[in-house]
C-alpha cells in the first residue's frame, strides 16, 4: 500500500462543548456551509495539508485553522508472519499504530461497510483481532490493560472459549452490571481528563459504524462532562474517524480479498414484482417524503429492488457488495463490473446506470451541492457513518427507506416460493433423520457433529433449487447444545459424538432459489432425563402457544413474546434470546424490521404477508440445550372476527416432524395435544408426496 489512507470524501469536522469528532481523511470533492473544507494535496506518504476549515453542528458555526497532518504507513509483515501471530502480538501492533495516531482507544465492530450480519471473509476484522468468530460483538482495545469484547448472551459461552483470557475481558452486554460501550467509553475518557486535561482520543473507521453511533457517544460524553467540577463545557473526548483501517495494517497480505461474485436474475415467478414496479412505488414514497434521492446501503435491500441475487460475496446470504440510489429520472447500480458482467445482468439492468462501488460518496454529496432544495432520503439505522455524514443535516430526511416494508410484508409470488421451499426442505430433513436414526440406534455407532453438518448440508443438495445452507448449520451434542451460536469443527477440542447417551439441537435451513428456511429441532434417541423432558415440554407449550396467537393488526411483536415464555416461567425458567426474527425471501434468514423479543425497543407492528420464526427454548449451561423452531407467515384471521379491527394470526411453514416421545404428556393439554397431530397430519399430507414410498424417509 503506497498510502495510508484511500481517497474518500472526508466527512464533517464537529465540535461540541464536550466531544470532538475528527476526521482524518483525503481532500474533500465539495465545499459548502455545514461542511469541513479542506484543501490541499495527498501525496505517497499521505500527507494532508489543511487549510481553513468549517464546522457546523448544533447551529453554531466553528471556524479552525486545521494543522498540517501527517500519517505514513507501516510495513506489511509477510503473510506466514501474519497467520502465526498470537493473540497478544496482534494487539501489541495494533496498539503501535494507535500510538502512531495518538489514539487512546480503537473500536473494531463486527460490520461492513453495510452492516451485515453476516460478513465476506474480508471485513472479519473483529474475529481476526479477538479470535471471537460470532456473528455479533464490538472489540474495544486501550492501549493499556486488557483488551475487552462486548456481545450478548447467545454468544457467551462461544466468547468465553475464544478469548485469550491473558489478553481479553468478555463484557456480557445487556447484564445491569455491564455498562454499554458508550457509557464505558464516557467513563473513559473522564477518567483521563481529570488525570491528564486533555481529551481522550478514540478512533473507528467510519465506513463499519452505524450514523448513529457518533451521536451516541456525543451524549455519554456530554453528560460525563458535567462530573468535571473545575471547568464549564469541558471537551473530554475525541471522536477521531480514520478511513484506513488499523487493524487491516496488523492483518496485512494475509487479509482476504473483497469478494467479486457475479450476480443473477431472481426470477420474476418467485420476486412477484419488477425492479420498475418496485421504483414507482418508491419514487411516490420519494413525493411524500419531499425526498429527491433514496439511498439503499444494505446488502439484502439492493439485491431485493433489483430482484437479484448472488453466491460467494457473504456465505449463505444470496447477496452482491453494492450501493444504489434512485432519483426521479435515474435508478443506479453502485458495484465492481465485474459482478454486472453476464449478458443476461446486462440486459436486466439496460435501465439501470452501473457506477464504480467507490463513488457512492461523492455522488450524493454532489446531489446535495446540486441545489439547495436538493433532499437524501438515507435510513441512518441501516447506513455508515461515512455516507451519511456527506450529507448535510437540512438536506437528510432520516427514516425507514421504502425498500424495507416491501421486502418484509411478502407478495403471493414470494409466499408460494417460501412454501415450496419448505415442502422441500420437510423431505430433506426426513431422508436426514431417517439416516441418523438408524445409524445410531440400530447400528449403534456414534457420530460427529460435523459429520452431522455435511449428511444434513448433502440432503438438501439433492433437493431441486437448492443452492446453499443459510445460515452455518448449529449441530450441538449434550453440553454444546447449550452455544446458542455454535458451530463444529473437526480442529476444536469442544466438538463432540451423538450416541444414545445425549440429546442433539440442530438449527439448519437452506437458501433455495425460490425460498429461505430456518428450523431447529431437539433429538433425543436414548432415555432422556425427567428435567429434560420437563423442559423440552415446556418449550414444545411455548411454540404452541404463539402459533395459536390472534391478534389485532399493528400489534408490535414484543406483546406476543409472553405467550412463548409462560410455562417455562412457570417453572422459574427463562432464555436470553428473542422468540421470533423476520426471515426473507431467498433473501437473508435473519430479517427485520419486526421481531417478537421481551426487548421493548423494536415497535414495529406485525403485518399481513410477513414470515417470522417462533423459536423459544431453554439452555443449561455445561448440560443441554433445547430450542423448537418453526417459520410461521402471518395470514388473515377471519373477517368476521370483528367489526371494528382486522384480526391477523400465523400459518406453519416449516414441514418437518416434532419428537413425541420426549413430551410428558400430563402437562400438555387436550387442545395442544389436538394441534401436535393436526401439524404432523399436515406435514405427511405436503412432504409425503416426495419422499419414495417404501423409503426409509417415508417410514420414519
Given at each position: 500500500k503506497k498510502a495510508f489512507f484511500s481517497i474518500r470524501p472526508t466527512a464533517a469536522l464537529f465540535a461540541v462543548t464536550s466531544v470532538h469528532v475528527q476526521c482524518l481523511a483525503s481532500p474533500s470533492l465539495f465545499s459548502r456551509r455545514g461542511h469541513a473544507s479542506w484543501t490541499g494535496t495527498t501525496t505517497t506518504t499521505s500527507t494532508l495539508r489543511g487549510g481553513q476549515s468549517t464546522a457546523w453542528f448544533g447551529g453554531r458555526q466553528n471556524k479552525k485553522e486545521a494543522s498540517s497532518t501527517a500519517i505514513r504507513s507501516t510495513t506489511t509483515s509477510p503473510a506466514?508472519?501474519?497467520?502465526?501471530?498470537?493473540?497478544?502480538?496482534?494487539?501489541?501492533?495494533?496498539?503501535?499504530?494507535?500510538?502512531?495516531?495518538?489514539?487512546?482507544?480503537?473500536?473494531?465492530?463486527?460490520?461492513?461497510?453495510?452492516?451485515?450480519?453476516?460478513?465476506?471473509?474480508?471485513?472479519?476484522?473483529?474475529?481476526?483481532?479477538?479470535?471471537?468468530?460470532?456473528?455479533?460483538?464490538?472489540?474495544?482495545?486501550?492501549?493499556?490493560g486488557k483488551a475487552l469484547l462486548w456481545t450478548d448472551s447467545r454468544y457467551w459461552n462461544e466468547a468465553g472459549l475464544d478469548l485469550d483470557a491473558d489478553c481479553w475481558t468478555l463484557q456480557k452486554q445487556g447484564?445491569?452490571?455491564?455498562?454499554?460501550?458508550?457509557?464505558?467509553?464516557?467513563?473513559?475518557?473522564?477518567?483521563?481528563?481529570?488525570?491528564?486535561?486533555?481529551?481522550?482520543?478514540?478512533?473507528?473507521?467510519?465506513?463499519?459504524?452505524?450514523a448513529s453511533?457518533?451521536?451516541?457517544?456525543?451524549?455519554?460524553?456530554e453528560e460525563a462532562a458535567d462530573d468535571v467540577s473545575d471547568e464549564e463545557g469541558a471537551q473530554i473526548g475525541q471522536l477521531v474517524t480514520i478511513e484506513a483501517n488499523l487493524v487491516d495494517e496488523v492483518w496485512g497480505e494475509a487479509r482476504p480479498p473483497v469478494p467479486l461474485s457475479p450476480f443473477r436474475v431472481h426470477p420474476l415467478e418467485y420476486a412477484g414484482k419488477s425492479l420498475a414496479d418496485k421504483v414507482e412505488e418508491i419514487r411516490k414514497e420519494m413525493e411524500s417524503k419531499k425526498a429527491t434521492m433514496s439511498v439503499f446501503c444494505t446488502l439484502d435491500d439492493v439485491a431485493y429492488l433489483f430482484n437479484m441475487r448472488a453466491k460467494g460475496d457473504v456465505d449463505t446470504c444470496p447477496v452482491g457488495i453494492a450501493?444504489?440510489?434512485?432519483?426521479?429520472?435515474?435508478?443506479?447500480?453502485?458495484?465492481?463490473?465485474?459482478?454486472?458482467?453476464?449478458?443476461?445482468?446486462?440486459?436486466?439492468?439496460?435501465?439501470?446506470?452501473?457506477?464504480?462501488?467507490?463513488?457512492i460518496t461523492s455522488d450524493i454529496a454532489a446531489h446535495c451541492e446540486a441545489s439547495r432544495k436538493n433532499r437524501v432520503w438515507l435510513d441512518k439505522g441501516r447506513a455508515n457513518f461515512a455516507i451519511s455524514n456527506v450529507i448535510p443535516p437540512k438536506s437528510l430526511v432520516d427514516a425507514q427507506n421504502a425498500v424495507v416494508p416491501m421486502?418484509?410484508?411478502?407478495?403471493?409470488?414470494?409466499?408460494?416460493?417460501?412454501?415450496?421451499?419448505?415442502?422441500?426442505?420437510?423431505?430433506?430433513?426426513?431422508?436426514?433423520?431417517?439416516?441418523?436414526?438408524?445409524?445410531?440406534?440400530?447400528?449403534?455407532?456414534?457420530?460427529?457433529?460435523?459429520?452431522?453438518?455435511?449428511k444434513l448440508t448433502g440432503c438438501r443438495a439433492k433437493q431441486p433449487g437448492f443452492l446453499e445452507v443459510s445460515f452455518p448449520t448449529i449441530a450441538g451434542v449434550g453440553s454444546n447444545g447449550a452455544i446458542i451460536h455454535y458451530r463444529a469443527e473437526e480442529s476444536s477440542d469442544l466438538m463432540k459424538y451423538l450416541d444414545k447417551s445425549n440429546p442433539i439441537l440442530i438449527d439448519s435451513g437452506g437458501q433455495y432459489v425460490f425460498g429461505t428456511t430456518d428450523v431447529t429441532r431437539t433429538w433425543h434417541f436414548g432415555e432422556a432425563t425427567t428435567e429434560f423432558v420437563d423442559m423440552y415440554t415446556r418449550v414444545l407449550k411455548g411454540n404452541i402457544g404463539m402459533d395459536e396467537m390472534v391478534f389485532p393488526e399493528n400489534t408490535p411483536g414484543f406483546v406476543l413474546d409472553v405467550y412463548a415464555r409462560r410455562w417455562l416461567w412457570d417453572a422459574g425458567r427463562d432464555y436470553g434470546h428473542g422468540t421470533g426474527h423476520g426471515v426473507g425471501a431467498a433473501l437473508n434468514v435473519h430479517e427485520g424490521p419486526m421481531s417478537i423479543s421481551p426487548r421493548w425497543g423494536n415497535k414495529e407492528t406485525l403485518k399481513l404477508g410477513m414470515v417470522t420464526s417462533n423459536e423459544p427454548g431453554y439452555y443449561a449451561d455445561g448440560e443441554f440445550g433445547i430450542r423448537i423452531e418453526n417459520l410461521l407467515e402471518i395470514q388473515p384471521a377471519k373477517e368476521d372476527s370483528s367489526d371494528e379491527k382486522k384480526f391477523l394470526k400465523f400459518a406453519k411453514l416449516t414441514m418437518i416432524?416434532?419428537?413425541?416421545?420426549?413430551?410428558?404428556?400430563?402437562?400438555?393439554?387436550?387442545?395442544?395435544?389436538?394441534?401436535?397431530?393436526?401439524?404432523?397430519?399436515?406435514?405427511?399430507?405436503?412432504?409425503?408426496p416426495l419422499l419414495p414410498k417404501d423409503s426409509p424417509a417415508m417410514a420414519w
Open positions: 506466514d508472519t501474519i497467520m502465526s501471530l498470537s493473540p497478544a502480538e496482534k494487539l501489541d501492533g495494533l496498539r503501535k499504530l494507535m500510538k502512531d495516531q495518538g489514539i487512546g482507544i480503537y473500536l473494531v465492530p463486527s460490520d461492513d461497510p453495510h452492516l451485515s450480519e453476516y460478513t465476506p471473509e474480508a471485513y472479519k476484522r473483529r474475529g481476526f483481532i479477538s479470535n471471537f468468530q460470532g456473528s455479533a460483538g464490538t472489540a474495544v482495545i486501550a492501549l493499556e447484564l445491569p452490571s455491564t455498562p454499554t460501550i458508550s457509557k464505558w467509553l464516557a467513563e473513559q475518557a473522564l477518567a483521563h481528563y481529570q488525570e491528564h486535561k486533555t481529551p481522550l482520543k478514540i478512533g473507528i473507521d467510519p465506513y463499519v459504524f452505524a453511533f457518533p451521536k451516541e457517544v456525543e451524549g455519554a460524553l450501493y444504489a440510489t434512485v432519483t426521479k429520472d435515474t435508478v443506479s447500480l453502485y458495484c465492481d463490473e465485474a459482478k454486472v458482467s453476464s449478458p443476461e445482468v446486462q440486459d436486466h439492468l439496460s435501465e439501470v446506470t452501473l457506477k464504480p462501488y467507490d463513488s421486502k418484509a410484508c411478502k407478495n403471493e409470488a414470494e409466499l408460494a416460493g417460501m412454501r415450496t421451499a419448505h415442502i422441500q426442505d420437510g423431505a430433506a430433513m426426513a431422508e436426514f433423520m431417517a439416516w441418523l436414526e438408524d445409524t445410531i440406534v440400530n447400528e449403534g455407532r456414534s457420530v460427529s457433529e460435523v459429520e452431522i453438518d455435511e416432524p416434532i419428537q413425541k416421545n420426549l413430551i410428558d404428556v400430563s402437562l400438555m393439554t387436550e387442545r395442544e395435544l389436538d394441534w401436535l397431530d393436526d401439524y404432523h397430519e399436515e406435514v405427511m399430507k405436503k412432504v409425503g
